[in-house]
């Protein structure tokens, strides 16, 4: 079941299942039958995307189950569009919680002093932390991974970015922002600000039509 992977943090989970209309009831961190139905009512739907849309390589698969169901749609289409890209492509990093992103934040600040920071975001201040954006990998044809330390792999992601937008419509891309461009990652787009959408995640209220 897709959402056993945010069992250690139930509050978290229910928050996924309760914007998504699946659970109705308290935002407690209590794990009941209602969260083991909705639970199950989210995979059942999740799996009809993957019927409807196609399934991918194992780890693109592990993080699209991760994300919102219009999300899911949304990393299904993207994947499907990149089936034509000339390298291959994989959803490397899908729904965080915020423990997580508060580890993620850590690298190259307080962690693993050695690299560089990762991201700008703490915990509750990523769209990763909402269930609606992910990270992508590009890869060739030994199966190398583009960094994008280079200016041919940098490259690599503009040039997705273009192929995808003519294909996915409803997406925004990391890589046009201005302050902390981040070309790996693409979310859904919405018309809410990140402190709206966090508000109505931990309200268990939906945010996405």
Same mark, same amino acid.
């Given at each position: 079941?897709?959402?056993?992977?945010?069992?250690?943090?139930?509050?978290?989970?229910?928050?996924?299942?309760? /914007?998504?209309?699946?659970?109705? !009831?308290?935002? &407690?961190?209590?794990?009941?039958? #209602?969260? @083991?139905?909705?639970? %199950?009512?989210?995979?059942?739907?999740?799996?009809?995307?993957?019927?409807?849309?196609?399934?991918?390589?194992?780890?693109?698969?592990?993080?699209?189950?991760?994300?919102?169901?219009?999300?899911?749609?949304?990393?299904?289409?993207?994947?499907?569009?990149?089936?034509?890209?000339?390298?291959?492509?994989?959803?490397?990093?899908?729904?965080?919680?915020?423990?997580?992103?508060?580890?993620?934040?850590?690298?190259?600040?307080?962690?693993?002093?050695?690299?560089?920071? /990762?991201?700008?975001?703490?915990? !509750?201040?990523? &769209?990763?932390?909402?269930?609606? #954006?992910? @990270?992508?990998?590009? %890869?060739?044809?030994?199966?190398?991974?583009?960094?994008?330390?280079?200016?041919?792999?940098?490259?690599?992601?503009?040039?997705?970015?273009?192929?995808?937008?003519?294909?996915?419509?409803?997406?925004?891309?990391?890589?046009?922002?201005?302050?902390?461009?981040?070309?790996?990652?693409?979310?859904?787009?919405?018309?809410?600000?990140?402190?709206?959408?966090?508000?109505?995640?931990?309200?268990?209220?939906?945010?996405?039509?």
């Amino acid at each position: 079941m897709s959402l056993q992977l945010f069992k250690s943090d139930v509050l978290f989970t229910q928050r996924i299942l309760a /914007v998504s209309g699946y659970y109705k !009831g308290p935002l &407690n961190a209590k794990w009941t039958a #209602a969260v @083991d139905q909705a639970e %199950f009512a989210f995979d059942a739907d999740s799996d009809k995307l993957a019927t409807e849309l196609g399934t991918f390589d194992k780890r693109s698969e592990r993080n699209i189950e991760t994300l919102l169901p219009a999300a899911q749609r949304l990393a299904r289409q993207f994947l499907n569009a990149a089936s034509t890209f000339p390298y291959s492509v994989r959803i490397i990093s899908g729904t965080r919680t915020y423990l997580e992103q508060d580890a993620l934040f850590a690298i190259g600040r307080t962690t693993q002093l050695n690299k560089k920071p /990762v991201t700008k975001a703490k915990g !509750g201040q990523s &769209n990763h932390n909402f269930s609606i #954006a992910w @990270d992508v990998g590009i %890869f060739d044809t030994t199966g190398k991974y583009f960094t994008g330390a280079t200016k041919k792999e940098e490259k690599a992601y503009s040039d997705l970015a273009g192929h995808i937008a003519k294909a996915v419509d409803g997406l925004e891309w990391g890589g046009n922002w201005s302050g902390f461009p981040d070309m790996p990652h693409y979310q859904v787009a919405t018309d809410k600000s990140l402190k709206k959408i966090r508000t109505l995640f931990e309200e268990g209220k939906p945010f996405l039509p």
